[in-house]
T-cell receptor, first 110, second 112 residues
């Protein structure tokens, strides 16, 4: 069935290091993959997304890569800062609806 | 809140009481969604609606009801049948195909 797996569930990095979060999806028809950042007690906010016709997209310190053959996509954060600490959700669109991954709690240690 | 507004921000419900959470958007989005989020957990889909006067159950619809009489509005009622309603409720909207997907600021519901 429709499923999005996300790893790791928790991630701690030192400030300035890179962080990578990986997601896999099950429906090869999915063609849109957004990433959301949720700070404590707040709503998830879109930080970057990628469509299936490209393999990589960058926005300053954030990048997303997509491997359609392997059905996985990853979020890369470089030069991490304390304000990057949050829960990150990946998602894949199935038909008309999103399916979210379970989330990754990222902690950036000063 | 980026064109999608949820109210109230905090809501307290007594045992056996129905409560309604409001979600309004002025983004001209066709699709609207309700999610439940428990502490430290991910997002679980309650109901969604792709067009006016039509809605579908999500993964955890039991104890909840919705209506979609207007494109802009998708209220969620938490009924007394929902035995554990304390959670953070998020509304979202988007265009067909998922583009422009945006979340509201959420309603934190507590049973007292």
């Amino acid at each position: 069935g429709e499923n999005v797996e996300q790893h790791p569930s928790t991630l701690s990095v030192q400030e300035g290091d890179s962080a990578v979060i990986k997601c896999t999806y099950s429906d090869s028809a999915s063609n849109y993959f957004p990433w959301y950042k949720q700070e404590l007690g707040k709503r998830p906010q879109l930080i970057i997304d990628i469509r299936s016709n490209v393999g990589e997209k960058k926005d300053q310190r954030i990048a997303v890569t997509l491997n359609k053959t392997a059905k996985h996509f990853s979020l890369h954060i470089t030069e991490t800062q304390p304000e990057d600490s949050a829960v990150y959700f990946c998602a894949a669109i199935y038909g008309q609806n999103f399916v979210f991954g379970p989330g990754t709690r990222l902690s950036v240690l000063p | 809140d980026g064109g999608i507004t949820q109210s109230p921000k905090y809501l307290f419900r007594k045992e056996g009481q129905n409560v309604t959470l409001s979600c309004e958007q002025n983004l001209n989005h066709d699709a609207m969604y309700w999610y439940r989020q428990d502490p430290g957990q991910g997002l679980r889909l309650i109901y969604y609606s792709q067009i006016v006067n039509d809605f579908q159950k999500g993964d955890i619809a039991e104890g909840y009801s919705v209506s979609r009489e207007k494109k802009e509005s998708f209220p969620l009622t938490v009924t007394s049948a929902q035995k554990n309603p304390t959670a953070f409720y998020l509304c979202a909207s988007g265009y067909q195909g998922g583009y422009g997907y945006t979340f509201g600021s959420g309603t934190r519901l507590t049973v007292v």
